[in-house]
């Protein structure tokens, strides 16, 4: 464990269910989110035929790198950095966040009655120190009927989540059974992203 102590942490990440979570657990965090220039969704397109578990730890080390530049960038204060990445997939296949309602159809139509795993990583940065760990769980879908993907997509909720849903919506209805961290599935491992913040010495 680093014996320096941190009274808060910068979040580079727009998520407001991450915000939550690290409340949740009594972190302070300042916000360290890209500048307009900035394409942070290039950042998460898949490399061809890379695994879901590479791809996820390696967007976000790719995350931390472009926060750590924006940092330095902005001349703030120095700190640990928190980013984090969350994907679906369903075999080896990558369910990343839909680009359109017909895509999110798509998804949930192929996740019904299927059991699919969502993979998250979250990495801790500070100074040229870096760890990552990923946490894997398992949610079994109900199977859903047309109509009920037609609701839900309706509603705008898949739109911005990997496999097109939010466990902490409507969707959890559907959901059969979980084996995993919840607040994995929703977007941060709590577990995880605790074991970090000890290793780095940041109070909480």
Not at 116 to 122: E, M
Not at 142 to 164: H, I, N, Q, T, W
Not at 193 to 198: G, I, K, N, P
């Amino acid at each position: 464990m680093s014996r320096t102590l941190h009274d808060f942490v910068y979040l580079a990440s727009q998520s407001p269910r991450r915000r939550q979570l690290l409340e949740q657990i009594g972190v302070r965090y300042e916000l360290l989110l890209p500048d307009p220039h900035e394409d942070a969704e290039a950042l998460e397109l898949p490399l061809p035929r890379e695994a879901p578990l590479r791809y996820v730890e390696r967007v976000t080390r790719a995350k931390l790198a472009a926060a750590r530049t924006r940092l330095q960038r902005r001349g703030g204060v120095a700190a640990p950095i928190l980013c984090s990445d969350t994907t679906v997939a369903l075999g080896g296949r990558i369910l990343g966040k839909p680009q359109d309602a017909a895509e999110a159809a798509a998804m949930l139509h192929a996740l019904s009655g299927r059991e699919h795993r969502v993979l998250t990583a979250v990495a801790l940065g500070h100074g040229r120190r870096t760890q990552c760990l990923v946490n894997v769980s398992r949610v079994k879908f109900a199977p859903l009927s047309r109509a009920e993907v037609d609701r839900y997509v309706a509603s705008g909720e898949p739109m911005g989540k990997a496999g097109a849903y939010a466990i902490q919506s409507q969707a959890a209805a559907w959901i059969e059974r979980i084996a995993g961290s919840y607040s994995g599935i929703m977007g941060l491992p709590l577990f995880e992203t605790a074991q970090l913040l000890r290793r780095f010495g940041v109070r909480f």
